[in-house]
Each structure stands twice: as C-alpha cells, then as structure tokens.
C-alpha cells in the first residue's frame, strides 16, 4: 500500500540555518504530495503542495518538488526563522486509492536564536 | 470561513467509559475526515465521509468505534468503553469532494484515557 517515510527528528538549527528534511513515498499510481506543519497545541496546517512530477511547491519561503524518478518530495528552506519550530509531516493522498491521507512520522523542529 | 472547529479540546475519562467528540467542517466542504494521531507519529486515517454518507472506514476502527453525520454537516466520533489504548489525538478534516486532496485540519481534541 502507500505510504510515506520522512527524516527523523529531531532537527536543531541556528536561525538562519539552511533547512533540508527528507521525504520519501511508496504509490502504485500518481498521489498528490503535501507538507503539512503542527505547531504546538495546534491542528496540522497545510504548507505547500505538488500534483504533478516536476511540480514545485511554495510557500512562506519554504519549498519542495516533486520527483517521480527519485519518489521523494524533500522540504527546503533557505534561512529559517525561530518562529518555524513546529513538527513537519510529509503526505500523500490517492484519490482513487481508498480516499486516504497517508503521513509520515513527522520531524520535529527546533531552531535557535 | 471559520475553519474547522473541534469539541472539547481535551477529555479526561476512566478506562470503560463512553466519550463523545464532534467536529463542525468548514460551512462548504461536504467531505468530513477523522484521523488519530498518537505521540510521535503522524495522524493515521480513520474513516470519512461524503456528505452525510460514511465512505470508507479503516481497519483502525473497531467495533467501539462509531461515526455519524445525520444531516451532512457536523460530525461525531463516539468511542464505547474506552481503553488506555485509545489515549490519542483525533483529528478531524474537511474538505471539498472535487479538491479532496486538499484536507483542511481542526485543532483535535486530546483524549487520555486513564
């Protein structure tokens, strides 16, 4: 079946670090990919996402694309800012594969002043 | 858009009782998803719904485990004779039927069962 195998954690970073954390998935088809974030005591928020191979997600300065040939979707960020520790957990979704959002185990995030 | 909401937010209860959560979707998203996510893991898929109907149900969801959404909008998530077991996060996401890769979260309530 799907399923999604992420970096463990945890990451500690200097503000302004680069930010690198991998994301790799097993499909039989085409799922669409996502990086979602939790940050404490608060539900998961939907960061960026990719349909399609080649596809480039983006958003609040962080980004990652989508590779068919390598099946992964690695989440990046140039120079991360305190307020960006939160757990990242990488997903895919099916549709036409029990209608299922698949997660990983999430990676958690710390970054220091 | 209010976003997806989620009571409680946290529930205490002894091993053999009975616990009710609801969840209200976003006013437009006629899918309704609940999830379980325990510490250190990402949220697992329980069931969903399209509209008022319950599509799918995962293996994750014994016999305790009941879900209704009577009238299409908001949902509940009972659980019957609780187990320490069932301690978890239950997470709940809507979203629209032809974007349904696109699940918005609640905040989930938090269930310790002692």
């Known amino acids: 079946g799907n399923s999604v195998t992420q970096m463990e954690g945890p990451v500690t970073l200097s503000e302004e670090a680069f930010l690198t954390i991998n994301c790799t998935y097993t499909?039989?088809?085409?799922?669409?990919l996502f990086w979602y974030v939790q940050y404490p005591g608060e539900g998961l928020q939907l960061l960026l996402k990719?349909?399609?191979?080649?596809d480039k997600g983006s958003n609040k300065g962080f980004e990652a694309t989508y590779r068919k040939e390598t099946t992964s979707f690695h989440l990046e960020k140039g120079s991360v800012q305190v307020s960006d520790s939160a757990v990242y957990f990488c997903?895919?979704?099916?549709?036409?594969?029990?209608?299922?959002?698949?997660f990983g185990a999430g990676t958690r995030l710390t970054v220091k002043p | 858009d209010t976003g997806v909401s989620q009571d409680p937010r946290h529930k205490i209860t002894k091993r053999g009782q009975n616990v009710t959560f609801r969840c209200d979707p976003i006013s437009e998203h006629n899918r309704l998803y609940w999830y379980r996510q325990t510490l250190g893991q990402g949220p697992e898929f329980l069931t969903y719904f399209q509209n008022e109907a319950q599509l799918e149900k995962s293996r994750l969801l014994s016999d305790r485990f009941s879900a209704e959404r009577p009238k299409g909008s908001f949902s509940t998530l009972e659980i019957q004779r609780t187990e320490q077991g069932d301690s978890a996060m239950y997470l709940c996401?809507?979203?629209?039927?032809?974007?349904?890769?696109?699940?918005?979260f609640g905040p989930g309530t938090r269930l310790t069962v002692l």
């Open positions: 996401a809507s979203s629209l039927s032809f974007s349904s890769d696109t699940q918005y």
């Open positions: 499909a039989t088809g085409y799922p669409s």
């Open positions: 990719a349909t399609k191979a080649d």
């Open positions: 997903a895919l979704y099916q549709r036409d594969n029990n209608n299922d959002m698949r």
